[in-house]
């Protein structure tokens, strides 16, 4: 049994010199692949975490080979690795499983420290010096296998927020075959899905080492890790096995704003939601994983409150969906940043009836909301370490509900006020540029396009 522990970064970097990504193991039956990973927490921690991954029937298998399985498989489990080296930020990783090159390196320590940017800021670590992290590999053989195959077809990435939901909806015009992707999924995340009318999903059964949870609870370090970057290479992973060309998120342009700099580097909870790392995951995926799927997001052009509003015509799914990470996809909470935002979103293109049956009562009139309303709205310390939108947005959805009650609620009449948002000229221009907005930073097919764009501009009521 491990005793309790109250260690300083440096006292735990220096008893845990290395994290050891020593092996992985693939085991195949009729339903599941399983997979299984080992590191190795220097002098004596081990960590054996595991996924399960239905396969298809051997009739209808794309017939993806070991060498293609053995490589997609190792790099599911250097994204693994990150949830571990965060116990004790060794100052070395080293890689026994398989074969990284110099740039693929780079690239992993890039995704190292711009994923956990967020944990090393609430935990005071300062990533900057040259002997942070060192990543080495110790095998000489490559793994790398660009099998090609006869794919086609979407697989959907959903987490059952309005985000998936309001892909998912829309890509029904595309006449390709498709289907989701969820991992350990709530009851809700089950709904939407089942409404959406996908039903077979596949569902993903991801374990943690239960040592790291134990760790965690004697005071070892914890935080946000980029999972956005482990969907997208289980995205992938699972494309293959199952014969799908593109493997399709729901990140928007709001992701990519930061809440804050620290030691000189943009802190951004919503780093692997970002364009910037789809860029880099579209470039390391092609070279290492296989040049035949496709990963891009489908809401990339769009900002959140221009998804809010196509959300909002989507009335069948008011009891199903929820972003709330304290309700971990079965309740809103009511009290966190991510209900605020998502209320502060929805309140101009909902009636106050579906409002709160949705989210329980009035949130204007919770105080914690109202403080994390005014982070979002730039009036507070800093935004919110969550996935909200931009602090434009905020404001622009801040005007928009007070114009919506007419100055009947007094938290929204004190925003008007703090934000000077009775300027009814800036509000409009505001309005023009973020709900009328097209981002050209995206990497969607020209029929995906065409298919959003004509989303965006449909009348209401129209689904």
């Known amino acids: 049994m491990l005793s309790y522990v109250s260690m300083t970064l440096s006292q735990l970097r220096h008893k845990h010199p290395r994290l050891i990504y020593r092996d992985f193991k693939v085991k195949q039956d009729e339903k599941n692949?399983?997979?299984?990973?080992?590191?190795?927490l220097e002098p004596d921690i081990v960590f054996t975490p595991e996924i399960l991954i239905p396969v298809m029937n051997r009739e209808s298998r794309p017939g993806v080979g070991a060498p293609a399985i053995k490589n997609l498989a190792f790099h599911l489990g250097l994204v693994e690795a990150i949830n571990y080296w965060k116990a004790a930020c060794p100052p070395e990783l080293v890689v026994e499983a398989g074969y990284l090159s110099p740039d693929q390196i780079a690239w992993w320590r890039y995704l190292f420290i711009h994923g956990l940017g967020e944990?090393?800021?609430?935990?005071r670590i300062d990533f900057t010096?040259?002997?942070?992290?060192?990543?080495?590999?110790?095998?000489?053989?490559?793994?790398?296998?660009?099998?090609?195959?006869?794919?086609?077809?979407?697989?959907?990435?959903?987490g059952g927020g309005k985000d998936s939901i309001v892909t998912m909806e829309t890509l029904k015009e595309i006449s390709?075959?498709?289907?989701?992707?969820?991992?350990?999924?709530?009851?809700?995340?089950?709904?939407?899905?089942?409404?959406?009318?996908?039903?077979?999903?596949?569902?993903?059964?991801?374990?943690?080492?239960?040592?790291?949870?134990?760790?965690?609870?004697?005071?070892?370090?914890?935080?946000?890790?980029?999972?956005?970057?482990?969907?997208?290479?289980?995205?992938?992973?699972?494309?293959?096995?199952?014969?799908?060309?593109n493997v399709i998120s729901s990140n928007e342009l709001s992701a990519g704003e930061a809440s804050l700099i620290y030691k000189s580097m943009e802190i951004n909870h919503q780093y692997s939601k970002s364009f910037?790392?789809?860029?880099?995951?579209?470039?390391?995926?092609?070279?290492?994983?296989?040049?035949?799927?496709?990963?891009?997001?489908?809401?990339?052009?769009?900002?959140e409150l221009q998804i809010a509003k196509q959300f909002s015509r989507l009335t069948k799914y008011d009891s199903a969906f929820t972003s709330?990470?304290?309700?971990?996809?079965?309740?809103?909470?009511?009290?966190?940043?991510?209900?605020?935002?998502?209320?502060?979103?929805?309140?101009p293109f909902m009636d106050s009836d579906r409002l709160n049956r949705i989210f329980g009562r009035d949130l204007f009139e919770v105080p914690e909301i109202q403080n994390?309303?005014?982070?979002?709205?730039?009036?507070?310390?800093?935004?919110?370490?969550?996935?909200?939108?931009?602090?434009?947005?905020?404001?622009?959805?801040?005007?928009?509900?007070?114009?919506?009650?007419?100055?009947?609620?007094?938290?929204?009449?004190?925003?008007?006020?703090?934000?000077?948002?009775?300027?009814?000229?800036?509000v409009k221009k505001l309005e023009g540029r973020i709900m009328e907005n097209w981002s050209d930073q995206n990497f969607l097919p020209s029929e995906y396009s065409t298919i959003l764009n004509r989303r965006l501009l449909a009348k209401p009521g129209v689904s």
Not at 327 to 347: E, N, V
């Open 276 to 303: 910037i790392f789809e860029k880099k995951f579209r470039d390391y995926s092609r070279r290492y994983l296989t040049d035949k799927v496709e990963y891009f997001s489908f809401l990339r052009p769009l900002y």
């Open 372 to 426: 994390h309303i005014l982070d979002l709205v730039g009036l507070g310390g800093y935004k919110p370490f969550d996935c909200v939108g931009t602090k434009d947005e905020s404001v622009l959805a801040a005007a928009l509900a007070i114009k919506k009650t007419k100055n009947q609620q007094e938290f929204l009449i004190s925003l008007e006020q703090k934000l000077n948002l009775n300027d009814q000229e800036s």
């Open 119 to 123: 944990f090393f800021y609430r935990n």
């Open 129 to 158: 010096t040259p002997d942070f992290l060192t990543i080495r590999s110790t095998q000489r053989s490559n793994l790398c296998s660009l099998q090609r195959l006869d794919l086609n077809g979407d697989l959907i990435l959903v």
């Open 33 to 40: 692949l399983q997979i299984s990973f080992n590191f190795l």
């Open 324 to 347: 709330c990470n304290v309700g971990r996809g079965k309740f809103w909470c009511g009290q966190c940043p991510k209900c605020a935002f998502s209320y502060l979103s929805l309140f």
């Open 176 to 245: 390709e075959t498709k289907n989701v992707l969820m991992v350990n999924p709530g009851p809700n995340s089950i709904s939407a899905v089942s409404l959406a009318g996908y039903q077979d999903p596949i569902v993903i059964t991801r374990k943690i080492d239960p040592a790291l949870l134990q760790l965690n609870k004697q005071g070892y370090l914890n935080g946000h890790t980029p999972f956005s970057a482990y969907l997208a290479f289980l995205g992938v992973f699972v494309a293959k096995l199952h014969g799908y060309k």
